[in-house]
């Protein structure tokens, strides 16, 4: 392995380097940037689609479930291509550079209504938009994996990332439809007329987003990364090849599929739910800083509540919790005493949103470990190829959070030009807003209760690698 200077520690000499704050924020930017950019398209774009673009929303769900096959062969090239190659500005952390520019670029033409109603433009841009994003999105994953082997510091430093994507998730969640609602012709951001208004807020969260993208590349150096006589025995197949020996990382595959198709639904759900089935559409933006908001109080936590009930636990305790959170909302949104009280509603979406957040953000804790234990099985630490992979089921999700809602919404012949939907709209919007995503939870619960690695074995395993490395 690639090893740092004579003048390091011998504790960083075997690969278990501490990182300063300012390079665990540095790094964390990096996520920040990527949900200012990517965060507006998985939350906003489908009701972007069908409400201001022009779009039948089954066509719409179609066009998500065709980007996300593109990707399922896409991402394993870009795994691969990355782990083969280095860069002269950084193995993984150059593509936040090269693959930032082209995606802030189609990021802001996916939200310009220059083609109002014209699928073959939302096709273009949409599947060209997501295959920059996994330019940027496979390295950054793997970028975590190369800084240290440390599992307290990666606890730490993924902590911080998380806080800083829940910072960029409250500038989309809140930020984005008060803004928009706000400077839209009479206030209404679910109209062709506000057309403008969306691609002059879009353009401008996509290029915050790239600045510190470019900020994030300024603070990171990869030191744990496979040594490069290593490189060119990477192989496409290897992404098989790692799926199928590696178990704990068929297990936060799956993981990733339920969690972020849970999450995914109910993102797209909340606009349409506060617009249609509370009738207050203005209320929005506080109801979304709501899903953020836990993340400032929790994620500080989460190194002193892994430590004191242990990982697994943890998911359960806060996969539960959110699964309450779901059950209060269901509740309050059926009898209409309660859902006319939107104190009520704003505090059944904060118990959902804590356990959500705690639970989908330490799970980003468990790739480094998964990435270790695949080289300790094979020698080759191919941290491309494992974040392909779990980018592909991470997209997975994600398609399932376009594809459910575009479909659920057809079926119960929601039409975007009326004002006020028919009962069986409003059930299928409340189905997509807490009935599919508490079920999601209830898999998500089963799956990670598969997971092996504790966090005693992965440092056994850390120690092994690194004395394989020695002799």
């Given at each position: 392995?690639?090893?740092?200077?004579?003048?390091?520690?011998?504790?960083?000499?075997?690969?278990?380097?501490?990182?300063?704050?300012?390079?665990?924020?540095?790094?964390?930017?990096?996520d920040l940037a990527q949900n200012l950019i990517y965060q507006t398209v998985a939350t906003y774009l489908l009701f972007f689609y069908t409400?201001?673009?022009?779009?039948?929303?089954?066509?719409?769900?179609?066009?998500?479930?065709?980007?996300?096959?593109?990707?399922?062969?896409?991402?394993?090239?870009?795994?691969?291509?990355?782990?083969?190659?280095?860069?002269?500005?950084?193995?993984?952390?150059?593509?936040?550079?090269?693959?930032?520019?082209?995606?802030?670029?189609?990021?802001?033409?996916?939200?310009?209504?220059?083609?109002?109603?014209?699928?073959?433009?939302?096709?273009?841009?949409?599947?060209?938009?997501?295959?920059?994003?996994?330019?940027?999105?496979?390295?950054?994953?793997?970028?975590?994996?190369?800084?240290?082997?440390?599992?307290?510091?990666?606890?730490?430093?993924?902590?911080?990332?998380?806080?800083?994507?829940?910072?960029?998730?409250?500038?989309?969640?809140?930020?984005?439809?008060?803004?928009?609602?706000?400077?839209?012709?009479?206030?209404?951001?679910?109209?062709?007329?506000?057309?403008?208004?969306?691609?002059?807020?879009?353009?401008?969260?996509?290029?915050?987003?790239?600045?510190?993208?470019?900020?994030?590349?300024?603070?990171?150096?990869?030191?744990?990364?496979?040594?490069?006589?290593?490189?060119?025995?990477?192989?496409?197949?290897?992404?098989?090849?790692?799926?199928?020996?590696?178990?704990?990382?068929?297990?936060?595959?799956?993981?990733?599929?339920?969690?972020?198709?849970?999450?995914?639904?109910?993102?797209?759900?909340?606009?349409?739910?506060?617009?249609?089935?509370?009738?207050?559409?203005?209320?929005?933006?506080?109801?979304?800083?709501?899903?953020?908001?836990?993340?400032?109080?929790?994620?500080?936590?989460?190194?002193?509540?892994?430590?004191?009930?242990?990982?697994?636990?943890?998911?359960?305790?806060?996969?539960?919790?959110?699964?309450?959170?779901?059950?209060?909302?269901?509740?309050?949104?059926?009898?209409?005493?309660?859902?006319?009280?939107?104190?009520?509603?704003?505090?059944?979406?904060?118990?959902?949103?804590?356990?959500?957040?705690?639970?989908?953000?330490?799970?980003?804790?468990?790739?480094?470990?998964?990435?270790?234990?695949?080289?300790?099985?094979?020698?080759?630490?191919i941290s491309g190829v494992v974040n392909a992979l779990t980018g592909i089921f991470f997209k997975a999700g994600f398609a399932l959070g376009?594809?459910?809602?575009?479909?659920?919404?057809?079926?119960?012949?929601?039409?975007?030009?009326?004002?006020?939907?028919?009962?069986?709209?409003?059930?299928?919007?409340?189905?997509?807003?807490?009935?599919?995503?508490?079920?999601?939870?209830?898999?998500?619960?089963?799956?990670?209760?598969?997971?092996?690695?504790?966090?005693?074995?992965?440092?056994?395993?850390?120690?092994?690698?690194?004395?394989?490395?020695?002799?």
């Amino acid at each position: 392995m690639k090893q740092t200077s004579q003048k390091n520690s011998s504790t960083e000499a075997k690969g278990f380097y501490k990182l300063s704050w300012t390079q665990r924020i540095g790094f964390g930017s990096g996520d920040l940037a990527q949900n200012l950019i990517y965060q507006t398209v998985a939350t906003y774009l489908l009701f972007f689609y069908t409400n201001v673009f022009g779009i039948k929303p089954a066509a719409a769900a179609f066009m998500f479930l065709i980007v996300r096959l593109v990707d399922v062969l896409w991402d394993p090239f870009v795994g691969a291509f990355v782990d083969k190659h280095n860069p002269k500005l950084g193995k993984y952390r150059a593509y936040l550079v090269f693959g930032g520019i082209p995606l802030t670029g189609l990021v802001i033409l996916s939200f310009w209504n220059g083609f109002s109603g014209q699928l073959w433009y939302a096709y273009i841009t949409y599947v060209t938009l997501s295959l920059c994003y996994t330019m940027v999105n496979v390295p950054y994953g793997a970028l975590n994996a190369s800084l240290t082997r440390d599992t307290d510091e990666i606890t730490k430093l993924t902590s911080t990332r998380m806080f800083m994507a829940n910072m960029g998730g409250l500038a989309v969640q809140f930020g984005i439809p008060a803004i928009i609602q706000h400077f839209s012709p009479e206030q209404d951001w679910s109209k062709p007329e506000a057309s403008g208004v969306w691609f002059v807020v879009m353009s401008i969260y996509a290029l915050i987003g790239f600045a510190l993208l470019c900020f994030c590349f300024s603070q990171t150096r990869e030191r744990v990364v496979m040594d490069k006589d290593k490189t060119d025995t990477v192989r496409y197949a290897d992404l098989f090849t790692e799926f199928i020996h590696n178990r704990p990382l068929r297990v936060l595959a799956f993981f990733f599929i339920t969690a972020f198709a849970m999450m995914a639904v109910g993102n797209s759900a909340s606009a349409y739910y506060m617009q249609y089935n509370v009738g207050h559409p203005s209320a929005l933006p506080l109801f979304n800083a709501l899903g953020s908001i836990p993340a400032f109080i929790f994620l500080p936590l989460v190194p002193a509540i892994k430590r004191a009930i242990g990982k697994k636990q943890m998911f359960y305790v806060f996969l539960g919790v959110a699964i309450i959170g779901m059950a209060m909302l269901y509740v309050i949104s059926v009898v209409p005493e309660l859902k006319s009280q939107l104190w009520l509603i704003y505090a059944a979406q904060f118990v959902k949103s804590t356990g959500v957040i705690v639970a989908t953000g330490y799970m980003w804790v468990l790739v480094p470990e998964v990435i270790s234990y695949g080289e300790w099985k094979s020698g080759k630490r191919i941290s491309g190829v494992v974040n392909a992979l779990t980018g592909i089921f991470f997209k997975a999700g994600f398609a399932l959070g376009g594809v459910i809602p575009g479909f659920v919404l057809s079926m119960t012949y929601f039409d975007a030009e009326k004002a006020t939907q028919s009962p069986l709209a409003q059930q299928g919007i409340l189905w997509l807003m807490v009935v599919i995503p508490a079920i999601l939870l209830v898999v998500a619960m089963f799956v990670i209760s598969k997971y092996e690695l504790e966090d005693n074995r992965i440092d056994e395993i850390n120690k092994e690698i690194e004395n394989r490395h020695r002799s």
